[in-house]
T-cell receptor, first 111, second 111 residues
Framework: NAGVTQTPKFRILKIGQSMTLQCTQD?????MYWYRQDPGMGLKLIYY???????DKGEVPNGYNVSRSTTEDFPLRLELAAPSQTSVYFC??????????FGPGTRLLVL | GQSLEQPSEVTAVEGAIVQINCTYQ??????LSWYQQHDGGAPTFLSY????GLEETGRFSSFLSRSDSYGYLLLQELQMKDSASYFC????????????FGPGTRLSVLP
């Protein structure tokens, strides 16, 4: 089992460009999350999903969008990238227990 | 709102015992989780306290006291590989899936 995979590992964007961060899991977990982590800081929840077709905003959703068409995939879309979106993005999954399983992360630099 | 506080840095020597505290201001929540994150890596789950008291997992133990709004992670027989950042996290009853993470404590283990 691969667990939680994220692509790309690293990306440089120009201001105003858009991109999609991919997250795929093979654990059949219903709950999926997108976090961002700024240098030296904790994780902030961007969006989450409790199952296919159901998504909701977290603490810092502005500038992002998500979709969940299948159990496995939970892509995060950045529209009109801004320097403030420079961060490391982590996708995570969860069963009904409280344990979250994190992907390796995507490092995004917006210049 | 919800907030968690942790010391920013802790330093200890190999073989020692170290305690990382987490104090919180939140209403009812499901439990307190702890995650470890090495530099450049993803957070990995360490421990979870649903109830007050001590949970032990090998060299790691975690404690929760809801009456004192306080928890801690205890690391025993410290090893160099324990040098990492440690985050506490909660999911409040009235915030659905919105996990809130503390700012993290950076542990440095010296030889």
């Amino acid at each position: 089992n691969a667990g939680v995979t994220q692509t790309p590992k690293f990306r440089i964007l120009k201001i105003g460009q858009s991109m999609t961060l991919q997250c795929t899991q093979d654990m059949n977990h219903n709950y999926m999350y997108w976090y961002r982590q700024d240098p030296g800081m904790g994780l902030k929840l961007i969006y989450y999903s409790v199952g296919a077709g159901i998504t909701d905003k977290g603490e810092v959703p502005n500038g992002y969008n998500v979709s969940r068409s299948t159990t496995e995939d939970f892509p995060l879309r950045l529209e009109l990238a801004a320097p403030s979106q420079t961060s490391v993005y982590f996708c995570a999954t969860r069963t009904g227990q409280e344990t979250q399983y994190f992907g390796p992360g995507t490092r995004l630099l917006v210049l | 709102g919800q907030s968690l506080e942790q010391p920013s840095e802790v330093t200890a020597v190999e073989g020692a015992i170290v305690q990382i505290n987490c104090t919180y201001q939140t209403s009812g929540f499901y439990g307190l989780s702890w995650y470890q994150q090495h530099d450049g890596g993803a957070p990995t789950f360490l421990s979870y306290n649903a109830l007050d008291g001590l949970e032990e997992t090998g060299r790691f133990s975690s404690f929760l006291s809801r009456s004192d709004s306080y928890g801690y992670l205890l690391l025993q027989e410290l090893q160099m590989k324990d040098s990492a950042s440690y985050f506490c996290a909660v999911r409040a009853f009235n915030y659905g899936q919105n996990f809130v993470f503390g700012p993290g404590t950076r542990l440095s283990v010296l030889p």
